[in-house]
């Protein structure tokens, strides 16, 4: 069982910056986190990507975030961030973390926070 558990959302003033992080946990000896995520919806949004970060360490963002979003990682903690600044009140969504992650019982699967609240006041 992979669990991953999202914090950092919480309501922040426009221009400035909110870091999410998000961890994976599972209950077997070892797995292996093959691609790392974020997702967003916002409002009356079909949830987009925000970006992702490969094993190797290849970053892929959404064009429009390029420049103001960035994923980080701490292997040793399983743990991965993203890094917003200039914040703008349409950022405003709820944001997911997601991961493809290898274990030895299951192979690779998807798997997705619980989401987490960012509110951007003007």
């Known amino acids: 069982q992979v669990e991953l558990v999202e914090s950092g959302g919480e309501l922040v003033q426009a221009g400035g910056s909110l870091r999410l992080s998000c961890t994976a946990s599972a209950s077997v000896d070892w797995f292996i986190i093959n691609i790392a995520g974020w997702y967003r919806q916002t409002p009356g949004q079909q949830r987009e990507l925000v970006g992702t970060?490969?094993?190797?360490?290849?970053?892929n963002y959404k064009d429009s975030l390029k420049g103001r979003f960035t994923i980080s990682k701490d292997h040793a903690k399983n743990t991965w961030y993203l890094q917003m600044n200039s914040l703008k009140p349409e950022d405003t969504g709820v944001y997911y973390c997601?991961?493809?992650?290898?274990?030895?019982?299951?192979?690779?699967?998807?798997?997705w926070g619980q989401g987490t609240r960012v509110t951007v006041s003007s």
């Open positions: 997601n991961a493809d992650i290898w274990t030895p019982a299951t192979g690779s699967r998807d798997y």
């Open positions: 970060v490969t094993s190797g360490g290849r970053e």
